[in-house]
C-alpha cells in the first residue's frame, strides 16, 4: 500500500526518527508500516516503550489522554512523545482536538514543540519534557 506524502519528506524524518533509533508504536493504524516504509533498516519499531528512543502514541478517545499522563511520567528526559489523533477532516473524526492534547500534555509537564500531518486520517503532536527555568 503506497501511503500519499503531502510534503514529500518521508514521514520518518518529519518525525525525526534517526538511524539505530527504536520507537514504539502504541495503537497505531495498521498501515502504520506503509507509512514509514521508505525508513533507514537502522530504525527499529517494537510496540513495547521500554527502551524506546522515541514513543509514537495514537489515541482516538478523550479517555485515552490520560495515557499521555502515564508515558510523561515513565519518559526520560531525552524521549520523544508523539501523540496522533484523528484529524477533524477525517470521516474516523471521534472530535478529539490538537488543543485537547496540549491541554493534556501541559498538565503532566509536557509541551508541545511541532505539529505534523501523519496521512490523511491522523494528525501528531511532537511532546517533550518542559525545561527548567
Same mark, same amino acid.
Given at each position: 500500500m503506497r501511503v500519499a506524502d503531502y510534503s514529500g519528506t518521508p514521514l520518518w524524518k518529519k518525525l525525526g526518527y534517526k538511524p539505530g533509533m527504536n520507537v514504539a508504536i502504541l495503537n497505531g493504524p495498521p498501515h502504520y508500516a506503509a507509512l514509514v516504509e521508505r525508513c533507514p533498516d537502522t530504525i527499529s519499531f517494537t510496540r513495547s516503550s521500554k527502551h524506546a528512543d522515541a514513543i509514537h502514541l495514537f489515541i482516538t478517545e478523550a479517555k485515552e489522554? +490520560? $495515557?499521555?499522563?502515564?508515558? $510523561?511520567?515513565? /519518559? @526520560? @528526559? %531525552?524521549? /520523544?512523545?508523539?501523540? *496522533?489523533? #484523528?484529524?477533524?477532516? *477525517? +470521516?474516523? *473524526?471521534? =472530535?478529539? #482536538?490538537?488543543?485537547?492534547?496540549? +491541554? $493534556?500534555?501541559?498538565?503532566? =509537564?509536557?509541551?508541545?514543540?511541532?505539529?505534523? $500531518? %501523519?496521512?490523511?486520517?491522523? *494528525? =501528531?503532536? +511532537?511532546?517533550? #519534557? #518542559?525545561?527548567? @527555568?
Open positions: 489522554l +490520560k $495515557a499521555i499522563a502515564g508515558h $510523561a511520567l515513565a /519518559m @526520560p @528526559p %531525552v524521549i /520523544m512523545l508523539w501523540v *496522533s489523533w #484523528r484529524k477533524l477532516t *477525517s +470521516k474516523l *473524526s471521534t =472530535g478529539l #482536538r490538537e488543543d485537547d492534547i496540549r +491541554k $493534556a500534555a501541559l498538565a503532566c =509537564g509536557l509541551v508541545d514543540i511541532k505539529v505534523c $500531518a %501523519v496521512d490523511a486520517d491522523w *494528525s =501528531g503532536l +511532537k511532546l517533550v #519534557r #518542559r525545561k527548567a @527555568p
